[in-house]
């Protein structure tokens, strides 16, 4: 093969070549050919695979800074759940003007009168008839009202008095007396008021403030040691522990009683929360142990129960709803599975929770403009909204008529919110919040829709989680317990507290009116007695509303 001069043609020249050589020379060209399609080959994928790792950093870029953005919310913003468009996706004549692929995902508008009210909060005028009243007359001068022809008082002004607390000594002195017979004395002593604690220096009425103060008020005992002291007498905190222990006992028969009739209705929801107990066998200091909570009860008789377990297995559940037949509403997590399949249970789920998970990807989702397009999850939040709303237009229809709004109003909703999750779900990275929602939301679809099945079930659990919300209050203050007793202590004044508001008592006054008798309950009928739906405690002072 004879060469050529840099700037002849690069078309190899064959001539003189004999058919062999010809045949060699094609063969190392199809050789270079396919070595250089080979490399070209190899360089396409190893774009594709440097693309991919791009992407997949993106991603990841993305996850995190959507996560970042998540925890700051957490930190640094207001804890409330209402979205700054929260209007604007109930309006679709705006949503029209800025959407456009997601304008056929949205939902229909509710009509005018089912869409949600603003509540008025009524200014109180007066002060409460059940407080204690003292006339105070101004009267004229003798000089003044000199020559008048008659005198008479009006009414001019109220005013709040505050009367504060006071530590009294009840000395209490048996009488007795001394007989004598047959050369001997006999003394008969007055008989002894009966105390739950037996031997206590702490009256009920002392008992009841330390309960209703630290469970009710969420103030820790060491701050009530000092406020006692300001008072004139030191009671330690450790003395004012035992004595909450020691209550526990005498409160469990109580208790009892209040969890058999409450697993003897069809309804229940319930909740769980953490708790650190410090002393706990088996466990280390920092490990999360567990505060359930269950709520509901025959008509007229609600009850909401607390009950400590170092554990969150399904065991639990089991074990405080034995002897339960019925519904039983609770959030995603899988340990209520155990209890629904061992005694046939059917379960409901909460749509506050998969609200709340889609109020987290539209909070944490990179900022837009003012008329920036609505996030997957604002459409998401604007289907749930309406469910919402036509739960507020249903709250004073009877249980049939709310039942018939929501299989021809709430049914058809869902439905679109379900085919509308189905078919954005996979448009959406896995790992982002907003997906993190779809899925949840479609995991518990059989759960979520079940509120539809009866007039008297919730669209969410909020029942359990406004019961349990003033344990996560008062637990930010006293920060944890010492030991499992004192833990199961609190679950049992939690009870009392919680279901004393929930048959709209006054805290205090009930479990003053139950350590009262209590000491004397040793019948069933008498302890039956106690509990707070009973007709003798309506004399107890009533509460204005609990939420």
């Not at 989680?465 to 010492?482: M, S, V």
Request: glycine share 6%.
């Amino acid at each position: 093969m004879k060469s050529t001069p840099d700037n002849a043609s690069s078309t190899p020249d064959f001539s003189g070549l004999s058919t062999a050589e010809m045949m060699s020379v094609i063969s190392n060209l199809q050789a270079q050919l396919a070595a250089k399609e080979d490399a070209l080959q190899n360089q396409q994928v190893q774009l594709k695979q440097h693309d991919e790792t791009l992407q997949r950093r993106d991603n990841y870029i993305a996850i995190l800074e959507e996560l970042l953005r998540h925890k700051k919310i957490q930190q640094f913003a207001a804890s409330s759940e209402k979205q700054p468009n929260q209007i604007l996706l109930f309006d679709e004549a705006e949503l029209e003007i800025e959407i456009d692929e997601l304008r056929e995902e949205l939902p229909e508008d509710v009509e005018e009168a089912d869409a949600p009210r603003r509540s008025r909060k009524r200014r109180q005028r007066g002060f409460s008839d059940t407080l204690l009243r003292e006339r105070i007359e101004l009267t004229l001068s003798d000089e003044e009202k000199a020559g008048a022809t008659k005198t008479f008082f009006t009414k001019v002004k109220e005013e709040l008095e505050y009367i504060p607390a006071q530590l009294k000594v009840l000395e209490y002195w048996q009488e007795k007396a001394v007989f004598e017979q047959d050369g001997e004395e006999r003394i008969v002593a007055a008989a002894r008021p009966a105390h739950p604690l037996g031997k206590c220096i702490a009256t009920p009425s002392l008992l009841a403030c330390l309960i209703t103060s630290k469970y009710a008020d969420g103030l820790p005992l060491y701050r009530q040691e000092q406020m006692f002291q300001r008072l004139g007498h030191e009671v330690s905190r450790t003395s004012m522990a035992h004595w909450i222990i020691r209550l526990n006992d005498v409160f469990q028969p109580l208790i009892n009683l209040m969890r058999e009739t409450q697993n003897g209705s069809d309804y229940l929801q319930a909740d769980e929360t953490r708790i650190q107990v410090l002393k706990e066998d088996g466990k280390s200091v920092h490990s999360d142990k567990w505060m359930w909570v269950t709520r509901g009860g025959p008509p007229g008789q609600p009850s909401v129960l607390f009950e400590y377990d170092p554990s969150r297995g399904g065991k639990v559940p089991v074990r405080l709803l034995d002897d339960f037949q019925g519904i039983l509403q609770a959030d995603g997590y899988s340990g209520y599975g155990q209890v629904c399949a061992a005694n046939k249970l059917t379960r409901i789920g909460c749509w506050d929770h998969a609200r709340r998970k889609f109020v987290e990807a539209s909070r944490a989702a990179p900022a837009k403009g003012k008329k920036g397009q609505p996030s997957k999850a604002d459409v998401a939040l604007s289907h749930i909204r309406k469910l919402y709303a036509i739960e507020k237009a249903a709250r004073d229809l009877s249980d049939e008529e709310r039942y018939q709004l929501r299989q021809e109003k709430s049914l058809p909703l869902l439905n679109t919110f379900k085919a509308w999750l189905e078919k954005n779900a996979a448009k959406v990275m896995k790992g982002l919040l907003t997906r993190k929602a779809m899925d949840y939301t479609l995991n518990q679809w059989d759960y979520l829709v079940g509120y539809c099945e009866r007039g008297d079930l919730n669209i969410s659990n909020a029942g359990a989680e406004n019961a349990i919300r003033p344990f996560a209050l008062g637990r930010k203050a006293w920060l944890f317990a010492d030991t499992s007793q004192g833990a199961k202590a609190s679950a049992t004044c939690y009870s009392l507290i919680e279901t004393a508001k929930a048959n709209g008592l006054e805290p205090s006054a009930y479990i003053h009116h139950v350590l009262e008798r209590i000491a004397k309950a040793d019948t069933l009928e008498k302890l039956e007695a106690l509990l707070p739906w009973n007709a003798e405690l309506l004399a107890l002072k009533k509460v204005a509303q609990y939420d």
